[in-house]
């Protein structure tokens, strides 16, 4: 019989490998994201985390030639793995991590992009994080990463990220009410626990879908899910928007992390500049617009 490998183990090497200087709540969302897929079976265990200016010199100069702080990094020897020059990743300011995913007794890495690979996109994006196996211009499957809704440069100049994970922000009494309003208002019986789960977001989606009815006379089927009906169903909204349509952006914008302050189903200022930083961190066109795009940027 094969020993399958730990969850213990798994943790201990992708703490090792994160490293020192990662923010607390992303290091923590990593591990809770491993052990999610650990108890679905999908063994996973990250190559890497926080990575400092040098290292991520030593990493740029793989296939150039690259001169930085006076030191030669140039390693024509390697091939060319990245485009970031040294405080150009998110990695650089502990934001990020790489994961992979290992064969059931822990002893092979596996790179290969399947159904596991996916599911474990999937739970980090539950998490909130943004994958890079979602960007469409320049594909990094390995890649996780939680920007607090900003650029690099903004990093570089001394800003601070808020980030927030449904897995730190457990108990969240936002959440909590969001899920109160949902249960009510769209006659749904999720658990009120504060944490953003797949059965939050398809109450969520179920909500979408009941104003889409209601409001624009879509004929919706209300089940929760993010099918190509619902896709193509949904509207955009803008600045000056007031319904409860506006409110369930709201509440989703919240649950990713950017907070569009009072969830009042009125489209303010606040709910703009959330909606803009979650269009710039999910690298979508930022156009302050709720539209086909975002919504399913939020539910996809
Ligand atoms: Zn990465």
Redesign the pocket.
């Given at each position: 019989m094969k020993v399958k490998v730990a969850l213990r183990i798994l943790l201990e090497r992708s703490v090792k490998k994160m490293g020192k200087g990662m923010n607390p709540i992303v290091k923590a969302a990593a591990l809770e994201m491993i052990e999610r897929a650990y108890n679905e079976g999908i063994y996973v265990q990250i190559s890497?985390g926080y990575r400092s200016l040098e290292e991520q010199a030593s990493l740029y100069g793989q296939g150039r030639v690259y001169i930085y702080n006076g030191k030669n990094y140039s390693n024509l020897a390697k091939p060319n793995v990245t485009n970031a020059k040294p405080g150009q990743s998110y990695?650089n300011f502990g934001l990020?991590i790489?994961f992979f995913i290992v064969s059931d007794d822990g002893k092979k890495a596996i790179w290969t992009v399947n159904s596991k690979w996916q599911r474990v996109a999937a739970i980090g994006k539950e998490l909130g994080f943004i994958w890079?196996g979602d960007w469409s211009s320049f594909k990094?499957y390995?890649?996780l990463e939680m920007t607090g809704g900003l650029s690099y440069k903004q990093l570089q100049a001394g800003k601070k990220p808020y980030i927030t994970s449904p897995k730190t922000s457990k108990g969240d009494g936002h959440i909590m009410s969001i899920q109160k309003t949902i249960n009510s208002r769209y006659k749904t019986s999720i658990a009120v626990d504060g944490v953003y789960g797949p059965k939050t977001r398809s109450a969520l989606i179920k909500g979408l879908q009941v104003e889409l009815n209601k409001q624009f006379n879509k004929k919706l089927v209300a089940d929760g899910k993010w099918g190509p009906k619902t896709k193509t169903a949904v509207i955009t909204i803008k600045k000056g928007a007031s319904c409860n349509i506006t409110w369930i952006l709201q509440a989703a914008l919240y649950m990713k992390g950017f907070n569009p302050g009072t969830l009042d189903g009125e489209f303010g200022e606040k709910t703009e500049a959330a909606l803009y930083k979650y269009q710039k961190a999910s690298r979508i066109s930022a156009d302050k617009l709720a539209g086909k795009v975002t919504w399913n940027e939020l539910f996809a």
């Open positions: 890497a990695h990020a790489d890079g990094d390995p890649h």
